[in-house]
């Protein structure tokens, strides 16, 4: 059975038109759900009993269920139990512009990255667009606060899950859904090329960002698997088409590994790759895991790759640290639970 949190609006339009009602009650129905927030549809007021005794039978209504809540400073860890049982995590951050969702696209992720704890689990399946939905509604219920961004960037490759991703983008960006706008919204992949061609076809200004992690193919083969279906020069392509398509800033990220990728000369030759390229960089500090082969690159370390890039006229920031006390920052989602 479908679920209604995981129905687009237009989707919404298409079955009360073949049911022959009024494409407008797919408007009331999301004002129910997404603006007033209502869970029982016997509440559903100015829609009348026989449509909401069809929608009864025609849809499912529940939302994954919050099992653990850990809190940190600024950071809140949630792991969720999803209607066959199995678990994944979101992570809620606190920024002074406003709350952060960081939701999670599959149970599990098949891409394989060296350092990265979410890929230790393979997948075991896609996460629905409910699935997502319910994240950001769940967790808003707990905080009684709205959120105002959602990055995706939680467990799992989200363009290896594309259709459900793009449902979930449409129904939290939609005036009437969670109203979320697109430029607060960011969607970061390993670099799956066909799918970043169709998603810039898609007419969505939401953030695209990439997860390099390494300035050339023979480091990066060994990081990212992924890699070696899609090299980087094929890749470095795909970011060109999508800035000239979207006229849309690319970010990229690259995660600061101890004597493997964070020395001089990985910066020179980023700043090499990138030249010319409307990117930024984000440099993230490595949130250690069980990966004992990979540590933290040093603060003096950052400091000098972050300052080989402003030379070579490269935008760049360094990621703020979030969540490492409850396994919650980046790399670290896995849900021990499963």
């Known amino acids: 059975m479908l679920n209604i949190y995981g129905q687009t609006k237009e989707e919404l339009v298409k079955y009360f038109i073949e049911h022959q009602e009024k494409s407008f009650k797919a408007t009331q129905v999301y004002e129910w759900l997404y603006q007033k927030r209502a869970t029982n549809i016997d509440d559903f007021s100015n829609i009348k009993k026989e449509i909401r005794d069809q929608l009864k039978k025609d849809f499912a209504f529940n939302l994954p269920e919050i099992i653990e809540r850990q809190v940190d400073k600024d950071v809140e860890k949630y792991l969720f139990l999803l209607s066959d049982g199995e678990k994944i995590e979101a992570v809620l951050m606190r920024h002074d512009y406003g709350l952060s969702v960081c939701v999670s696209t599959e149970v599990g992720c098949n891409m394989g990255c060296a350092f990265c704890e979410s890929g230790r689990l393979k997948k075991i399946r896609n996460v629905e667009a409910y699935e997502m939905v319910g994240q950001i509604l769940q967790i808003e219920k707990v905080i009684g606060q709205r959120i105002s961004s959602v990055v995706l960037m939680g467990i799992g490759e989200p363009l290896d899950n594309y259709e459900n991703v ?173």
């Open 166 to 338: 793009v449902n979930f983008i449409k129904i939290i960006n939609d005036p009437k859904g969670i109203a979320i706008g697109a430029r607060h919204i960011t969607l970061s992949t390993c670099g799956i090329i066909p799918k970043i061609d169709e998603l810039s076809n898609l007419n969505i200004q939401i953030n695209l960002a990439i997860s390099l992690h390494a300035p050339n193919d023979s480091l990066r083969n060994k990081l990212m698997p992924i890699n070696k279906a899609y090299p980087l020069d094929k890749l470095m392509e795909a970011v060109k088409r999508y800035i000239a398509k979207t006229n849309r800033r690319v970010t990229i990220e690259y995660v600061l590994l101890k004597n493997v990728n964070d020395q001089v000369v990985h910066a020179k030759e980023l700043a090499h790759l990138l030249k010319g390229l409307n990117v930024y960089v984000n440099l993230i500090p490595y949130n250690e895991t069980n990966h004992l082969e990979f540590s933290k690159s040093p603060q003096k370390q950052i400091q000098v790759f972050y300052d080989t890039l402003k030379k070579e006229n490269i935008n760049v920031t360094v990621r703020r640290e979030f969540g490492s006390k409850i396994d919650a920052a980046c790399g670290q989602l896995r849900s021990k639970e499963i």
